[in-house]
């Protein structure tokens, strides 16, 4: 199974970006999600939805993002409002089996990441 993102790039500060998911085949995963990661610093949850349609996020872009499960298993979008320069970075899909409380579990599968620049 592989996570395909799309819709990275450049926005201004308060703008929006969409990024989707979709995987190769039916990744089998009750959840998915979205970390980011910047150069030099861990890797870092953002938001998770699951098949029951629970979402977490983290307290950083709570209010301004929002993540949607398009089609259960296969594809997932994050919808990023009012972006700051904070929200620089490299985005990643991922997928699991827990719930989004767990924010996924263990990870199954990983997107390649795609870039988000915000100035």
């Known amino acids: 199974v592989q996570l395909v993102e799309s819709g990275g790039g450049s926005a201004q500060t308060g703008g929006s970006l969409r990024l989707s998911c979709a995987a190769s085949?039916?990744?089998?995963?009750?959840?998915m999600g979205w970390f980011r990661q910047v150069p030099g610093k861990r890797r870092e949850r953002v938001a998770f939805?699951?098949?029951?349609?629970?979402?977490v996020y983290a307290s950083s872009v709570e209010g301004r993002f929002t993540i949607t499960q398009d089609s259960p298993g296969y594809s997932a979008s994050l919808q990023m409002n009012s972006l700051q320069e904070e929200d620089t970075a490299t985005y990643y899909c991922a997928a699991g089996g827990e719930s989004a409380s767990a924010y996924c579990g263990r990870i199954a599968y990983w997107g390649e990441g795609t870039q988000v620049t915000v100035s």
């Open positions: 939805i699951d098949g029951a349609g629970a979402r």
């Open positions: 085949e039916e990744a089998d995963s009750n959840c």
